[in-house]
């Protein structure tokens, strides 16, 4: 059994929640990934930015947790951004083509300033 996933809040502003993910995430992990960040918008921050730069490693589990994620976002007309993706997985979101409805950023702070830029920054 592996690691789960640590996901961490690390700022909230309106419809914006930024959390730090870290640890692996595969198929024993994925579910919890997913349910915790479905939590956070249905506490009405349906916007969220996932910083993964503590990711270990990440297989098929964790990329289609993260689109649902997505999906569960743009359902409740949020968004999903990512941060600080590490190499693999931004090729396999490069590949697939999801990237474009994942954009992804270098760092937590540069992605809520491109994308929420009167949001205040992350502590």
């Known amino acids: 059994m592996t690691d789960g996933p640590t996901l961490t809040l690390t700022h909230t502003h309106r419809h914006l929640a930024a959390l730090c993910v870290g640890g692996e995430i595969d198929t024993q992990t994925a ?9 956070v918008i249905a506490q009405g921050h349906p916007h969220l930015i996932l910083d993964l730069a503590g990711i270990t490693f990440c297989d098929s589990s964790g990329f289609n947790a993260l689109i649902g994620i997505m ?9 999903l951004t990512l941060a600080a993706v590490p190499d693999r997985l931004s090729r396999m979101l490069d590949l697939t083509g999801l990237s474009t409805l994942m954009p992804s950023y270098p760092s937590i702070e540069t992605a809520m300033n491109a994308r929420f830029p009167t949001a205040p ?3």
């Open 71 to 79: 999906r569960c976002a743009m359902a409740a007309n949020g968004s």
């Open 31 to 39: 579910p919890a990934l997913r349910r915790e960040a479905l939590d």
């Open 121 to 123: 920054e992350p502590a």
